[in-house]
Every structure is written in C-alpha cells, then in structure tokens.
C-alpha cells in the first residue's frame, strides 16, 4: 500500500470513528423508549432492514419491497406477511411520504455510508415526524454496528452475539488473507445484473469484502463514480481480462460458458467464474449487507483454500442458525450454494 492509499485510509477511519461514537449519542436516548415494542421500526434501506430483521425480527415495521420467492424460502410467512413501505435504493428510487405516514411508524432506522449519507433521508424522515437512528456502516466494522443497534434499539445481548461472530469472521479473514501482495490476490469481477454488464468499483465500500477475502476488484473507475453501479460493455470487461468472474445473475450463470461473448473470457474458458449465492440475501453485493460476513469466507476458500480451509456447509449452518434462527437441512443448504 503507497503512502497516498495509507494518508486516504487513515482519514477514513479517523472520520469514520467521529462519525460512529456522534450517532451513538443521537441514537442512545431510543433505547430506553424501546423496551418491549414490537413492530415499530421503519428500515429505511434494503442493508438496513436486513440488519433490523436479524437483530429482532418483531422490530420490523415492513418490507422495502416485494420479498423475492427464494428470500421468502428462508423467512417465516408471519413475517412475509409485513407491508411493503418502500426505500432509499438504486437507480434513485424513494419512499412514499404518504406511504409512510399510514404506516404510523414513529421510528426510523438507517445504516449510514458514503452513498446513503449524501441521499437526505434523515430530513426527509423528520419531516414525517419519525425519529430516526443512524447507524454508520461499512463492512469491516461491522461488530461496531451490531453493537451500536443491540445498544439502540435495547437488545445489548443480541447486538453482542452478531457482534461476536462478526468480529471473529473478520479477524479470522485478516490474518488468513487479507494481508496478501497485490500479485498474489486474483483479479475480479463482479457480473450484476441479468446480462452481467453492470459492475461496481474497486475504491467503492462495496468492495471491501472482495479484498477482505484476498482478492482484488479489477474494475477501476474515477473517484467520483466509486459508489456507483457502472455499465461496460464486453469489451471492455475482455480488457480488463479478470483473473475470476462472479455471476449475480442465474439467467447468466445457465449460459456463460456457451455464450459467444462471455465465453471467450480467460477466465470463464478456464472455468473460474461462480454464481454467488443469493439466499437469504444476497452474500456479497446488492445490497451489500451482513451476509458478506458468510460470502466473503465462501470467496476466500474459493480464491485460497489453502490458506482458507473452510467446510462451507458446516459454517452456513452456523450462520443461519445464529442471524435467522434457522435449522437448515441438508436440501436448504444445498440449495443456497446453487441457487
């Protein structure tokens, strides 16, 4: 890392810190308002409504949208049954403010970062009348996040049991491959969308797992674009020649080896791409949410199995029984590694 990335880091953590300990004091005065509600927060993000449903699924005032018949697979119907609000989410989608009114949800939850923050949704949701949480989030500070809810939201002993498991994936992460030399992570990208051409960049938050787990995104773009879903054309993906393909979409991963233009990827030749598991919710990306905490260990025992042996199926398991209290059977979980 150059003295340039270091300065950069550096600042972001050092921002990062004020900005997570200042919203622990706005958020603070919630949690003893709390005690023992049931169904009374609105998630203003999809990443932010997942959080919520994991740490107390009775907190969940709705959905953002329609849940998707795979998530419905894995969430009890009691909760599928939940109204659909709306959200802040890609391609500049927002709430309805009537919507949300008719709700008569008085409190408002969001994770903060780099995109969600510059979107207003604080205003907007005071404006309504709501009190709002603000959390700060991005990926390796995930324990710090589970905390900070378990502390607001009045479940301590909850938010400290995903905090505990966060912390130990990504410690367990860092001292396995997340120091490894550019030269030694393999260069990847990430295939969104039904086509596969849209793709997010290297500097983006969303990212972070992807090194994390000891690989590198290999698709560079301009710094004001970072948070960005971004399209290419095949082209240019053959450019940049990614070492690993991740698919997002089925539709995709049923005809890439045989499709004219994918199928002369490096890459997709030397059968070095993976469909990322979708189930609950997404592992990796859209939305980037705690799920990364089981998608980067399933990436970093792809990319590395040496160096990060894991039996995906055990720690799935695990996963599922702790985030959503499910006992996966062998079908389930043979499904979530396919699907």
């Not at 408002?108 to 995109?115: K, P, V």
């Not at 592992?283 to 980067?296: F, S, V």
Request: proline residues 6%.
């Amino acid at each position: 890392m150059n003295s340039t990335r270091r300065q950069a880091v550096a600042v972001k953590r050092a921002a990062w810190a004020v900005f997570f300990w200042a919203s622990l004091l706005v958020a603070a005065p919630a949690a003893a308002e709390d005690r023992g509600d049931l169904r009374t927060v609105y998630g203003a993000t999809h990443p932010s409504t997942f959080a919520l449903y994991a740490l107390d699924p009775d907190l969940l005032g709705g959905w953002n949208t329609l849940l998707r018949g795979y998530e419905k697979k894995f969430i009890p119907e009691k909760y599928q049954s939940l109204p659909v609000l709306g959200g802040w989410y890609g391609a500049g989608y927002t709430p309805d403010r009537e919507v949300l009114i008719s709700s008569g949800l008085r409190k408002a939850f969001y994770l903060g970062g780099q995109y969600h923050d510059r979107l207003g949704i604080a205003a907007v949701l005071e404006e309504l009348g709501m009190e709002v949480v603000m959390i700060p989030a991005e990926f390796s500070k995930t324990p710090e996040t589970f905390r900070a809810m378990g502390q607001a939201f009045n479940r301590p002993e909850r938010g400290e049991a995903l905090a505990g498991y966060a912390q130990a994936v990504i410690e367990r992460l860092r001292s396995s491959v997340g120091g490894l030399a550019a030269d030694q992570r393999p260069r990847v990208f990430l295939a969104l969308g039904v086509d596969g051409l849209t793709s997010i960049c290297r500097r983006s938050d969303r990212s972070e797992a992807i090194y994390l787990a000891g690989g590198e995104n290999v698709y560079e773009c301009p710094d004001e674009m970072a948070e960005a879903n971004l399209q290419l054309g095949l082209e240019e993906i053959m450019r940049l020649d990614p070492d690993v393909v991740l698919v997002y979409s089925p539709e995709l991963a049923a005809v890439i080896e045989d499709e004219p233009g994918w199928g002369q990827l490096r890459a997709v030749k030397a059968g070095r791409w993976r469909l990322v598991p979708r189930g609950p919710f997404s592992w990796l990306e859209r939305p980037a949410t705690y799920m990364r905490l089981i998608g980067a260990q399933w990436l970093a025992n792809w990319l590395h199995p040496d160096l990060y042996p894991l039996d995906v199926k055990a720690e799935l398991r695990v996963f599922l029984k702790l985030f959503f209290g499910l006992e996966a059977d062998d079908q389930q979980i043979d499904e979530l590694l396919t699907q």
